[in-house]
């Protein structure tokens, strides 16, 4: 079982967190800038950490090289994503 989450991806903010939606999307900030691939994998290992499951677990599916991203997320059902995505950001 798996599940996909469209993200929005802000780098270069001052803390990674969850802010809130951009559209249909999940709009994230990330510390990270977009430079050797680190805002993805920052956004992986952020997205694995709050879902509960393990980096393996999260790729990104579509729009390696843009703002706007489709994560696949193995495990867990969308509604599980959601849920675990919009519990309170204790970061």
């Known amino acids: 079982?798996?599940?996909r989450i469209a993200v929005y991806v802000q780098p270069r903010a001052s803390r990674t967190q969850i802010a809130g939606r951009?559209?249909?999307?999940?709009?994230?900030?990330?510390a990270a800038p977009?430079?050797?691939?680190?805002?993805?994998?920052?956004l992986?290992?952020?997205?694995?950490e709050r879902c509960g499951v393990g980096k393996r677990s999260v790729r990104i599916?579509?729009?390696?090289?843009?703002?706007?991203?489709?994560l696949e997320v193995d495990g867990l059902t969308?509604?599980?994503?959601?849920?675990?995505?919009?519990?309170?950001?204790?970061r």
């Open 61 to 70: 599916v579509a729009g390696a090289s843009s703002r706007h991203k489709v």
């Open 22 to 30: 951009h559209g249909d999307a999940i709009r994230i900030r990330l």
């Open 1 to 3: 079982m798996s599940a």
């Open 78 to 90: 969308a509604d599980e994503i959601a849920t675990r995505l919009s519990a309170r950001d204790t």
């Open 44 to 48: 992986i290992e952020f997205i694995a």
């Open 34 to 42: 977009p430079v050797d691939n680190a805002a993805n994998l920052a």
